[in-house]
């Protein structure tokens, strides 16, 4: 089974950057769907980007220009480079994937964007 796992979530400053990863097990990744999400408490799971297998990426508008997804099959990893971060990018953060009809999701990483 696929079992997918986020890391890099931290503490920073207003308009710092981070650069969250997932690591994917299986042999699937390459024709996998990825998505960050990412949940605030009390906040609704919500989409902030996600590629395809082809890499055709598309963002959330509240971060569009400052995130960027990327994956390398290479690696069986799917990143999100995190720039100008605001604190209302506080949340989980989780990793999803999609493929044959299932749906995976990661643990979750903290990420607080905080003076």
């Known amino acids: 089974q696929v079992q997918l796992v986020e890391s890099g979530g931290g503490l920073v400053q207003p308009g710092g950057s981070l650069r969250l990863s997932c690591a994917a097990s299986?042999?699937?990744?390459?024709?996998?769907?990825m998505r960050w999400y990412r949940q605030a408490p009390g906040k609704e799971r919500e989409l902030v980007a996600g590629i395809t297998a082809s890499s055709y990426t598309n963002y959330a508008d509240s971060v569009k220009g400052r995130f960027i997804i990327s994956r390398d099959n290479a690696k069986n990893t799917v990143s999100l480079q995190m720039n100008s971060l605001k604190p209302e990018d506080t949340a989980v953060y989780y990793c999803n994937g999609l493929q044959g009809g299932a749906e995976y999701w990661g643990q979750g990483t903290q990420v607080t964007v905080s003076p």
């Open positions: 299986g042999s699937f990744f390459r024709i996998m769907r």
